[in-house]
């Protein structure tokens, strides 16, 4: 945890005074072993980033007098469209991806994603928002990333995905293309990446129909986590 991510509930009404009382107050004194006097990196959630000076400490809560003087890190301009994984995989992704400072990231199906996967629980708005939160926490930002699930593929991609591009630099990753990902290609990009074991061809001719270009990394087999890492730090 970089970052202390607070609320607005966390103000004493009328002041800059914050009392945190969950796991933050354990982090603070467990992990950073902080103490009275000393400053914390801290972010208002959906607003700006500052210190925080611990005022009092209690075994209910640990108070700080705060300032905020500076925005959070800028987006990156990436869309994610992320085939479904192994729920957990795809807890790491959510982490990993709200770090990176990837905002819009759409979960979308394909014939090798298990149907289980679609009845785990990270998949719903309560689990989605606690793995995002801990990426911003990492990545000391503030703004939580959207968080699309389209369970259909066709529909989407038919339907949405046209529109979705517009704008954009579409590519898709596929182990097998020809082309190798580009660096630093200067404009937004919407990308797609595949489930564990990759699209099939069926999937990967209706994307590039939609207007993807597929592209790749080189030789090797990555994990999910690690070719979104490797793609976006070449794209952007």
Not at 103 to 129: A, G, P, Q
Request: hydrophobic fraction near 40%; proline fraction near 6%; glycine fraction near 8%.
């Amino acid at each position: 945890m970089n970052l202390i991510l607070l609320n607005k509930h966390d103000f004493v009404e009328g002041s800059r005074r914050v009392h945190i009382r969950d796991n933050r107050k354990k982090h603070i004194l467990n992990v950073t072993r902080s103490s009275v006097g000393d400053e914390l990196r801290v972010g208002l959630l959906g607003g700006d980033v500052g210190k925080g000076r611990i005022t009092y400490i209690s075994q209910d809560l640990v108070e700080m007098e705060v300032v905020f003087d500076q925005r959070p890190p800028a987006p990156l301009s990436v869309t994610l469209v992320l085939a479904m994984v192994r729920p957990g995989v795809f807890k790491r992704v959510l982490v990993q991806v709200s770090a990176l400072g990837i905002k819009n990231i759409v979960v979308i199906n394909s014939r090798r994603v298990e149907k289980s996967f679609w009845k785990s629980r990270v998949l719903e708005t309560d689990s989605l928002y606690r793995y995002l939160i801990m990426g911003l926490e990492q990545g000391q930002d503030t703004i939580v990333p959207k968080v699309m699930v389209r369970p259909r593929f066709k529909p989407f991609v038919e339907d949405e995905l046209p529109g979705m591009i517009k704008g954009t630099i579409p590519f898709l990753a596929h182990p097998y293309a020809s082309k190798k990902c580009p660096y630093n290609v200067g404009g937004p990009v919407t990308l797609v990446v595949g489930p564990e074991g990759g699209f099939v061809e069926y999937e990967i001719k209706k994307l590039i129909e939609c207007g993807f270009t597929a592209v790749h990394l080189g030789a090797r087999t990555l994990t999910v986590e690690s070719a979104i890492s490797g793609l976006v730090s070449r794209l952007s």
